[in-house]
């Protein structure tokens, strides 16, 4: 696989080696999880992130399945378990045993300001209608240990929106009318958890203010909302209406397809969502910290990113920095859906206001532009100390793992693999990536070697 060169390429202060894998972390620089219960055995990995406090060793957290049972696991610096975290780096997820462990997703770990971890993802639960997909937190202690006291033995599930407004009605949700009365303000907590990579915020009372999301067995029909949580797990019921705001795309009649979002600096959200098979323009909101859209980006709270092609555009990932601007990675279908023509990942930079910023790429997007040209499926986005953004995905069909850096100003940065992207060599894709040691690049992908999804370091 060669890159095509796409903007003016400049190199950064990297090491000679930027672009390969570490071979001081794990073996060669992949880490596999064994499963606890059969060590022959390993877990499947599905979600990862890199603990905000501990600026020395640069935990990491990561949650894998097997086919009946879930953990969440803890590893210290160089990959290795940390054996003084649960029993023995585990925390068993806790499941109903009729519901099977691939039903537990996991999105993101909240770190809290008390040490406490919040697990937070989507739980499979059986309805009258079907089989949903519903919101759910665990809280762990940062010693491994569920949180009794944090809703049901520790579990919180949030059943929104299912039972008395079906999910495949697209009119019936957005006639919804929802009152925002006030949430509580900020404090420096709130501040802590706006971090670059951040998922939720801690408000001042200990409550959370997050994004959850409903979606039914067997379809993309799916509904995105705000929502506060209790202290103790329970849902806020006094925020928006029982507890939840729906959010929608004031321009299109069906519910965006809940894709990512992000915190911004001020403790607000930002939201990235599509509309998977319409030629809609993806859609970007931002909110404030007591869940009002905000007035000043885009409008009335939205900005929309359209396919130069005139085809779908599909939402992959967000984040909002520290300077307020927002960078946003979605895929360009290059023709119709059913056409097989392929997608291309694209970087947008987007300033505070909600336009496109003429410092990045002279506003326009940065197309990840590798051959064969076929489907460059761009998963996940990051960005290091040093502001340069890094994208994990996979290019198809020849099913390769890439991880692809950009300068800030929107070139691709020559000191790192091949014009600014590195092949990953026996890995099948970089899909869930974060920051270890300030540059170093940690991704979560299927490892042909070890016949397993694993942890994957890459030298920055």
């Known amino acids: 696989m060669n890159t095509k060169k796409t903007t003016t390429s400049h190199q950064s202060r990297s ?52 086919d009946t049972d879930g953990y969440v696991v803890r590893l210290l610096g160089d990959g290795e378990i940390d054996e003084r975290f649960g029993e023995a780096g585990y ?18 770990f909240i770190f809290l ?3 406490r971890i919040i697990v937070w993802g989507i739980l499979g639960t059986v309805k009258t209608t079907g089989v949903y997909f519903v919101p759910t937190a665990l809280c762990i202690s940062s010693e491994g240990m569920i949180d009794t006291s944090f809703g049901e033995n520790g579990l919180g599930i949030y059943d929104l929106f299912i039972d008395r407004t079906p999910i495949n009605s697209a009119t019936s949700r957005t006639e919804q009318k929802l009152e925002l009365p ?39 029909d799916i509904v995105s909302y705000l929502i506060i949580i209790n202290s103790d797990g329970s849902l806020d019921t006094a925020f928006g209406q029982d507890g939840a705001i729906v959010i929608k795309d004031p321009n299109v009649a069906t519910m965006p397809d809940y ?25 970007v909101v931002r909110f404030d910290s ?31 920095l520290d300077d307020g601007k927002v960078i946003a990675l979605v895929s360009f279908m290059r023709g119709e859906i059913d056409q097989g023509l392929g ?47 890094i994208v994990g995905g996979r290019n198809s069909p020849d099913n390769v793992g890439f991880v692809t850096r950009i300068m800030p100003n929107g070139s691709m940065d020559a000191g790192f693999g091949s014009n600014g992207t590195a092949e990953l060599e026996g890995i099948q894709e970089a899909d869930i990536t974060t920051i270890q040691s300030r540059v170093n690049i940690i991704s979560l992908g299927y490892s042909h070697k070890k016949l397993s999804r694993s942890l994957i370091r890459v030298l920055g």
């Open 15 to 66: 090491g000679k080696n930027a672009g390969n894998l570490d071979p001081t972390f794990g073996d060669a620089g992949v880490s596999t999880i064994p499963d606890p219960q059969n060590k022959s055995q390993t877990l499947s990995l599905i979600a990862l992130a890199t603990d905000p406090a501990s600026q020395v060793d640069q935990r990491l957290y990561v949650c894998g399945t097997t």
């Open 91 to 108: 925390v068993k997820l806790p499941l109903d045993p009729q519901v099977p462990s691939w039903t537990w997703t996991v999105d993101t």
């Open 113 to 115: 300001n008390s040490g």
């Open 182 to 220: 006030p949430a509580p303000n900020m404090n420096k907590a709130g501040e802590r958890a706006s971090s670059q990579g951040a998922k939720g915020i801690e408000l001042d009372d200990g409550k959370l203010l997050l994004v959850g999301s409903t979606k039914r067995f067997g379809s993309l």
């Open 259 to 283: 894709n990512s979002y992000s915190i911004d600096r001020r403790g607000g959200i930002v939201f990235l969502g599509s509309h998977m098979h319409s030629p809609q323009p993806c859609m």
């Open 290 to 320: 007591e869940g009002h859209r905000d007035p000043d980006f885009g409008t009335d709270g939205v900005a929309y990113i359209a396919n130069p092609n005139g085809h779908a555009c599909w939402a992959r990932d967000v984040m909002a």
């Open 343 to 389: 997608q291309d990942g694209a970087v947008i930079k987007i300033l505070n206001n909600g336009n496109p910023d003429p410092d990045f790429n002279n506003g326009a997007p940065v197309i990840i532009d590798l051959t064969p040209p076929a489907y460059v499926f761009a998963f996940s986005l990051n960005v290091d100390d040093g502001k340069r953004i």
